[in-house]
């Protein structure tokens, strides 16, 4: 089977992605597969990482307010779509298949000129532009969240997949936090924004953390590039353990009792699979201010707690932090409630309706 994958710009976008092309590759070890994503994005060095053959594309997000840009834009997506149809005349793939990103768009426009059947994932509970005006005409959209299937209505062949980055985690032997001088009795808390952090949570957050006389523990990552000033010549309590980044965040995750975090899709999935207790802080940055409804539908569903960003402070937080770090059965009926929305088996789910579509 020859399939083409494409998605870019965000881990969010390429690691569902890489999940789906791991299952097709368990399920035929003669696949072919082509990546297609940007020339300058982080796609462009994880996936030839990933040993998958890579083909690069010009072409950037829209802009609300540089019309210039945006002109020229449109010409090179419009080159980038013929480059496509040659691609997939060349490479004849059996599945197209889009992940989110605006370099999708025209690659799986071009597929569905040449009649190729094409399936395309959404991650958030907001679906993005290029899926929303490529889902009409593809054999098959999946979503990570029913609330989602709503922006789908007039699509007859959308189905809840849940997100295969959640099924990832759960292979991941759990790190040992003891290594990292925490107590192996103490409840542990993680506080983490993404690996770029983020200076607004930071500098709300220092208080909470220079004044912590708590019994549980907290490891706080800064970002890598926010830690030089996040609080120099400041000394923590015994019990706070203040860090840039950390590699293989899943595995010490898996020795949390409650993360605090950004409410990016990806996120979540690994959090229902793991049934690790969340307090959200969605950022408001992001496009359609979707990770404020992923967290929204978890808060509903009794299996999260969130905190606007505009509302957060350091009392507020450690308010939240204790309402469950200090009361067992809190925890444990967010756990519960997290694991009847954990979909576990995403990229087998995808799989199956695929071939049998």
Do not use: W
């Not at 590759?25 to 994503?37: N, Q």
């Not at 793939?93 to 994932?121: E, M, R, W």
């Not at 207790?277 to 299996?303: C, G, M, R």
């Not at 409630?337 to 695929?354: C, D, G, P, R, W």
């Amino acid at each position: 089977m020859r399939i083409i994958v494409s998605a870019g710009g965000t881990g969010g976008h390429i690691y569902p992605a890489l999940s789906i092309i791991n299952k097709f590759k368990e399920k035929d070890s003669h696949l072919e597969v082509l990546y297609i994503g940007t020339h300058n994005r982080m796609e462009k060095d994880i996936v030839p990482q990933n040993n998958i053959k890579y083909e690069a594309l010009e072409i950037y997000g829209f802009s609300k307010t540089n019309i210039k840009r945006d002109l020229k834009n449109i010409n090179l997506i419009i080159k980038a779509r013929k480059k496509c149809l040659k691609i997939m005349q060349e490479f004849k793939p059996d599945l197209v298949i889009g992940t989110g990103g605006y370099v999708t768009y025209p690659v799986i426009s071009a597929a569905n000129k040449l009649g190729i059947k094409t399936f395309i994932h959404e991650q958030n509970s907001i679906p993005g532009k290029s899926n929303l005006a490529l889902a009409k005409k593809c054999s098959l959209v999946g979503v990570s969240f029913k609330e989602s299937l709503k922006y789908f209505k007039n699509c007859s062949n959308v189905f809840y997949s849940g997100n295969p980055c959640g099924e990832n985690a759960l292979t991941i032997k759990k790190a040992d936090k003891t290594k990292l001088g925490f107590h192996k009795n103490k409840k542990l808390v993680i506080c983490v924004c993404g690996s770029l952090g983020s200076s607004s949570i930071n500098n709300k957050l220092k208080d909470y953390l220079i004044n912590f006389d708590d019994d549980y523990e907290v490891l706080y990552i800064t970002g890598k590039n926010l830690y030089a000033n996040f609080a120099p010549n400041v000394t923590f309590p015994s019990n706070v353990k203040v860090v840039p980044y950390f590699d293989n965040l899943s595995a010490l995750m898996k020795s949390a009792d409650l993360i605090v975090t950004r409410a990016g899709a990806s996120t979540i999935s690994e959090l229902l699979a793991l049934q690790i207790p969340a307090i959200f802080i969605p950022s408001p940055y992001v496009a359609n201010n979707h990770q404020y409804y992923n967290a929204k539908t978890l808060e509903d569903n009794q299996a999260g707690l969130m905190i606007e960003e505009k509302d957060l402070t350091s009392d507020l937080l450690k308010t939240k932090i204790n309402e469950l770090i200090s009361n067992p059965t809190n925890l444990a009926v967010m756990k519960d409630n997290m694991q009847k929305l954990a979909v576990t088996n995403s990229s087998e789910i995808i799989y199956n309706k695929l071939v049998e579509k």
